[in-house]
């Protein structure tokens, strides 16, 4: 019996960010079949812990489950050893501090994680229902300190915010795109639905039906000490919504509706809810912008036009096609994002099309400010982007800025060269 194990063991805390691990969806690394469509996600789905601890946060006592240097909070909030002492973590992080600055979520992914799709898919589908984007982490230098490292582990976990250092996600191969997001969720910010301070009108707990140890996994954010807010209403629809049946010991529900209803938890897609609490934690802040050539043409993105073969100067009036979001990278960098969804990308040939799903390094461009108010925009190779004349697509191999390298940007109808400093 696990709970024999129980010792007191104190850790003082005085700051730090928790560790979410979740345990995952229909095809998950779970040990039995309740836990398999319960969609909870676990760090640690085998429940090996070395012993079950009390920790100290916010002057709360916390029971948390120890794995090597690993305190598993709520069965899959967690802090890590290495992070208790060398603090790297914030103080407030959570659903109210810990958020990612300018938008900007950097990240890489270890070369030994399988299925590497279901994280440029989670980014894909995160990024087009949000205002947050996704950098690999090696695409600009000096590299940002702050970033998460996709892991291949046993379950699957996160920290809840962003900690200012390295931090990770782990995926076991049973963890799907949805699980992907719900991690990527906790990593921005978000806490489990059922977390929520106003949950008891929403959901009843059936503390009868949980598994032993396994209570404090239905504690509200504040009952476990920590920072939150609630940004929209209580949403059954939530990715970060464990199932009626997370941590079952009998079969029964241990979350239902009020009415005694149960529900079906989904780990597909963000809800409505979801992309409002995303939206209000990051609001827009990457600009729209039209850049025009010294042929007086907007540069059109073509995105998804069949035969244009790419970004030219060629219109005369700006809609859709024209308009780019310009998302501000750190060192004066940034990423041009089509109104399609996709990123302006510098491919070999150097031709530049508008076809980058996520931001890499050849996603990634420099403006440089020049006189009379233009930019030039330096790619990846060094070498800067042309115009051509406006009559084909824009390519990036020229190692002087002449005529055809001179473009002013337009924010809002303004002229606005200097906006992105
Ligand atoms: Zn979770």
């Known amino acids: 019996?696990?709970?024999?194990?129980?010792?007191s063991l104190k850790l003082i805390i005085f700051s730090g960010v928790l560790f979410v691990s979740c345990n995952t969806e229909k095809d998950s690394l779970i040990e039995t079949p309740d836990e398999i469509k319960n969609q909870v996600e676990l760090a640690h789905p085998e429940e090996n812990y070395d012993e079950i601890v009390d920790i100290v946060f916010n002057n709360q006592t916390l029971k948390a489950e120890k794995?090597?240097?690993?305190?598993?909070?709520?069965?899959?909030?967690?802090?890590?050893?290495?992070?208790?002492?060398?603090?790297?973590?914030?103080?407030?992080?959570?659903?109210?501090?810990?958020r990612w600055t300018k938008n900007i979520v950097y990240y890489n992914i270890k070369s030994d994680l399988p299925?590497?799709?279901?994280?440029?898919?989670?980014?894909?589908?995160?990024e087009a229902r949000t205002n947050l984007a996704f950098v690999k982490r090696e695409s600009i230098?000096?590299?940002?300190?702050?970033?998460?490292?996709?892991?291949?582990?046993?379950?699957?976990?996160?920290?809840?915010?962003?900690?200012?250092?390295?931090?990770?996600?782990?995926?076991?191969n049973g963890c799907s795109t949805g699980s992907?997001?719900?991690?990527?969720?906790?990593?921005?910010?978000?806490?489990?639905?059922q977390s929520r301070v106003d949950r008891n009108e929403h959901i009843t707990i059936n503390n009868a039906n949980i598994r032993d140890g396994k209570q404090?996994?239905?504690?509200?954010?504040?009952?476990?000490?920590?920072?939150g807010k609630e940004y929209s209403s209580f949403d059954f629809s939530s990715i970060m919504l464990y199932s009626s049946y997370a941590f079952s010991k009998n079969g029964k529900p241990t979350?239902?509706?009020?009415?005694?209803?149960?529900?079906?938890?989904?780990?597909?897609?963000?809800?409505?809810?979801?992309?409002?609490?995303?939206?209000?934690?990051?609001?827009?802040i990457h600009d729209v912008v039209t850049f025009k050539a010294d042929n007086n043409k907007f540069l059109s993105s073509n995105e998804g036009v069949p035969n244009t073969n790419g970004p030219k100067f060629d219109r005369t009036?700006?809609?859709?096609?024209?308009?780019?979001?310009?998302?501000?990278?750190?060192?004066?960098?940034?990423?041009?994002?089509?109104?399609?969804?996709?990123?302006?990308?510098v491919r070999p040939g150097n031709k530049v099309l508008c076809i980058g799903n996520n931001i890499d390094a050849w996603e990634v461009f420099t403006l440089e400010f020049i006189g009379s108010n233009k930019v030039a925009i330096r790619g990846h190779n060094g070498k800067y982007l042309s115009s051509n004349g406006g009559s084909s697509v824009i390519t990036c191999d020229r190692t002087n800025i002449g005529y055809w390298e001179k473009f002013s940007i337009s924010y809002k109808g303004r002229n606005a060269v200097n906006f992105t400093k």
């Not at 019996?1 to 010792?7: A, C, D, N, V």
């Not at 690993?70 to 992080?93: A, P, S, W």
């Not at 997001?181 to 990593?187: D, K, L, S, T």
């Not at 509706?257 to 529900?263: E, H, I, L, S, V």
């Open 141 to 172: 230098t000096p590299m940002s300190n702050a970033y998460i490292t996709f892991r291949k582990g046993s379950g699957c976990s996160s920290f809840v915010g962003r900690t200012g250092g390295k931090q990770y996600i782990t995926l076991a």
């Open 317 to 345: 009036r700006v809609g859709t096609l024209e308009h780019f979001r310009i998302i501000k990278l750190h060192n004066n960098k940034v990423a041009l994002k089509g109104f399609g969804g996709k990123y302006l990308s």
């Open 67 to 98: 794995y090597g240097d690993e305190y598993i909070v709520e069965g899959d909030i967690v802090f890590t050893k290495e992070q208790l002492n060398n603090n790297l973590l914030n103080k407030g992080t959570g659903r109210t501090g810990g």
């Open 1 to 7: 019996m696990k709970l024999l194990k129980f010792t």
């Open 180 to 193: 992907v997001i719900h991690e990527i969720g906790h990593a921005v910010g978000l806490w489990h639905e």
């Open 255 to 284: 979350i239902t509706k009020k009415n005694g209803a149960t529900y079906t938890a989904n780990r597909s897609y963000l809800s409505a809810k979801d992309k409002i609490s995303l939206k209000k934690m990051y609001p827009q």
């Open 115 to 126: 299925n590497k799709n279901r994280i440029s898919n989670a980014i894909a589908h995160i």
């Open 216 to 227: 404090h996994n239905f504690q509200t954010y504040a009952e476990r000490g920590r920072d």
